[in-house]
């Protein structure tokens, strides 16, 4: 394990399992004595009843079973902890019903593009102040760019400060919900409403009207988050486990997102090559092969490759372990523990060398 981290934020392209190296990082770190809490998205019924988690738990923090009260589990929430946002920064009781009843929030909260990501980092922000835990260990958004997450923050100032947040805050509605930029052209105006009702949907553009100017109070106490959350991103105590796929074909998609964490001034860990199919050799007679075994020497040989490939490239300055690929996915305490133990073997012989 990694002893002196208290923050460890486990990030990769989605299919990579992550989530299940967290919560088996989780495990082991709990075993070490440490007070751990890991907080995932989305993880597999498999995972969930493992870590004896429901979807009920939402973002509160459920005690592991069979851990002696060391290792707490937490599904992140989007919704709910931008909820929790709202009610936080509202200036009063009014406010926060107009923001979390208007009907463009609700789609908001749940579907704009960085939502997700932001709030991962908004709740691990939350948890790591408290300092309720010796450890905490996040999976990240299963997101089909890794990046993304880490340029939340940054993108929700960069809206905050933009031009385009101050038309959206224009009063552009009257109070009978007329537009007011066509209220003194008549027909014409008209029109142009109707235009854009047919195009738009002038609900739809009230609501967002609405929205911004409700939410106007709130940005200030959201900038000041997202800066925090930056910081803690590029803090001394919290480092980063880089999780991709065997093969060669994910190489660039891996140094790529290696030279990002770098350029950023992020502590990046070791980079862990998941699902590594074994290395069978030459075949002895070719011709009485099957098919299937002809598929796994393919396999073997292809990811072989990749982690010969990207160990070179990555350096002899970085940790690379390769964890071969299991028969089945871990479904209790005992085989996440054991893939826990498998990483920390190949860690500490990766250190030996």
């Not at 066509?182 to 105006?189: E, P």
């Amino acid at each position: 394990m990694i002893p002196s981290s208290p923050l460890v934020i486990v990030v990769g392209s989605g299919g990579v399992g992550k989530t299940t190296l967290a919560a088996a990082l989780g495990l082991r770190s709990a075993a070490a004595g440490h007070h751990t809490l890991v907080m995932t998205f989305d993880p597999s019924k498999r995972l969930k009843d493992a870590l004896g988690i429901g979807d009920a738990a939402g973002n509160e923090e459920v005690p592991v079973a069979g851990t002696g009260g060391r290792l707490h589990a937490s599904l992140l929430d989007a919704r709910e902890t931008f909820d929790a946002l709202v009610a936080r920064y509202a200036p009063d009781e009014s406010s926060r019903r107009r923001i979390l009843e208007n009907p463009y929030y609700n789609h908001l909260a749940g579907h704009l593009g960085g939502i997700l990501e932001y709030m991962a980092v908004e709740r691990l922000y939350e948890v790591a102040s408290a300092g309720r835990y010796d450890r905490v260990i996040l999976d990240t958004p299963p997101t089909a760019q890794a990046i993304d997450f880490l340029e939340a923050p940054a993108r929700i100032v960069d809206f905050l400060d933009s031009g385009a947040l101050k038309i959206a805050l224009a009063p552009w509605f009257a109070g009978d919900g007329k537009l007011r930029a066509t209220s003194g052209l008549g027909f014409v105006g008209r029109g142009l409403e109707h235009f854009l009702d047919r195009v738009v949907g002038m609900r739809l553009l009230r609501d967002m009207s609405e929205f911004f100017r409700a939410f106007g109070p709130l940005f200030d106490g959201f900038r000041q988050r997202a800066e925090k959350t930056e910081n803690l991103l590029a803090a001394p105590g919290t480092l980063f486990v880089l999780v991709t796929a065997a093969g060669e074909d994910r190489i660039p998609d891996t140094l790529f997102f290696a030279r990002k964490l770098k350029e950023a001034g992020y502590r990046l860990g070791p980079v862990v090559v998941n699902r590594v199919h074994p290395s069978l050799g030459d075949a002895d007679d070719e011709g009485t092969e099957s098919e299937g075994m002809r598929l796994f020497r393919w396999l073997g040989e292809r990811h072989r490759r990749g982690v010969a490939g990207l160990r070179s490239l990555l350096g002899p300055e970085r940790r690379l372990v390769a964890l071969p690929v299991l028969g089945d996915e871990p479904t209790d305490l005992r085989s996440l523990d054991a893939v826990g133990r498998e990483l920390e073997r190949r860690l500490a012989a990766e250190e030996a060398l």
